[in-house]
């Protein structure tokens, strides 16, 4: 009798944890679970490496320490305005937020441009490219040399 009876809840509990592990909610718009939390680790991984490039850019302009606080001016205000616009995009249009998000950027590229010599500047401006070239070889994809997932080469 006992014996059955811890069978019993046994099976109980086992059939309670694996009902409780197909309950999972959908992400969003019906999609798998966690995608959403895929997207935005993949978007921050690229702004992550983006953000590595800009400054390993930076670090080879040999710049002054009026350029270096300027830069960190820039800098500081840019990542205000972007933390404003994503925590205001929570309820908004997204399309209203990237647009927002290029001006951000935009202003951004023109003060940098202000504070670098013009040789400085070309300088960044190639550094960013190659690291921009090796971020999408590395992606693989459309613009990048290797096919995206799930396709075939093509073939030349």
Do not use: C
């Amino acid at each position: 009798m006992k014996k059955n009876l811890i069978v019993s809840v046994l099976m109980a509990a086992t059939l309670l944890v694996s009902s409780a592990a197909f309950a999972q909610q959908a992400g969003p718009r019906g999609g798998a679970p966690g995608a959403a939390a895929g997207r935005e680790q993949r978007a921050q991984g690229g702004m992550r490496m983006m953000q590595e490039a800009h400054e390993k850019a930076l670090a080879g302009l040999n710049l002054n320490a009026g350029q270096k606080t300027k830069i960190a001016e820039l800098d500081r205000k840019r990542n205000n305005d972007m933390k404003a616009l994503r925590e205001k995009g929570q309820t908004g249009n997204r399309e209203a937020m990237r647009g927002e998000a290029r001006k951000i950027q935009e202003e951004y590229r023109k003060g940098l441009q202000s504070v670098l010599t013009p040789a400085q500047w070309e300088q960044y401006q190639k550094s960013m490219a190659a690291a921009m070239k090796e971020a999408r070889e590395k992606r693989g994809g459309p613009k990048g040399d290797k096919p995206a997932k799930g396709t075939k080469p093509s073939k030349p």
